[in-house]
């Protein structure tokens, strides 16, 4: 068991689905404009992601109800749980993946949005004034990407999302914080992943 207490999985799952839902409905403008205008292979990976991470969550949400035995134990869903369980296990996982590279193509935004591209740039915009900052950062997210990938190998994620493990497993043995720790770094390997080939996708769109 994950959480010590059952109840913990289902309430999370219900406010992870709630603020994506804000999330969604906050960028609704961008969703009806999917039809709208002309796509270049940017818009198109950009289009893709958040397509597949949209239907990814709306089936956790629908395999998490069918799956409650506490939050929505009330509907009283009995039938349907074999294929509830894989498709919140494929779900849960893919969406691991999406949103991971959700964040890697709004990186920029959201660094702006907290001040930090401003204080890796230096107070007065010159890069010079931070060279030492711009490096050590790059090289720390370099390590956290290669961790990340050690730790995609070493946690069986691919398992996971090919069905080849058809439960989740956590190894009580490494404990919580190498948990976290571990797909925290595969985050940002996923999210360094979509920037290198958006900035690829740019570069040559320009040329």
Known sequence: ?????????????????????VHVYA????????????YNPYRIVQTVVNCVMLV??????????????HVFAF?????????ARTAHL???????????????????????????ARFIAGASGAASSSRGVVVVSRIAVALASAYGVYAFIERGLWKYLTLQQPFFFMDMERGYVLFFVDYIAMIVA?????????????????G
């Open 1 to 21: 068991m994950f959480f010590p207490w059952a109840p913990a999985h289902e309430i999370i799952g219900v406010l992870l689905i709630v603020v994506w839902a």
């Open 27 to 38: 960028n609704r403008r961008w969703f009806k404009a999917i039809f709208c205008g002309r």
């Open 56 to 69: 990814c969550a709306l089936f956790l949400a629908i395999s998490g109800v069918m799956l409650s035995n």
């Open 75 to 83: 509907l009283g869903i009995e039938s349907g749980a074999s294929f």
């Open 90 to 116: 494929l779900a849960s996982h893919w969406y691991f993946v999406f949103i991971a590279l959700h964040i890697g193509l709004h990186v920029n935004v959201i660094f702006s949005r907290l001040g930090i």
């Open 190 to 206: 996923f999210a360094v992943a979509i920037i290198f080939i958006s900035s690829l996708i740019r570069l040559r769109q320009r």
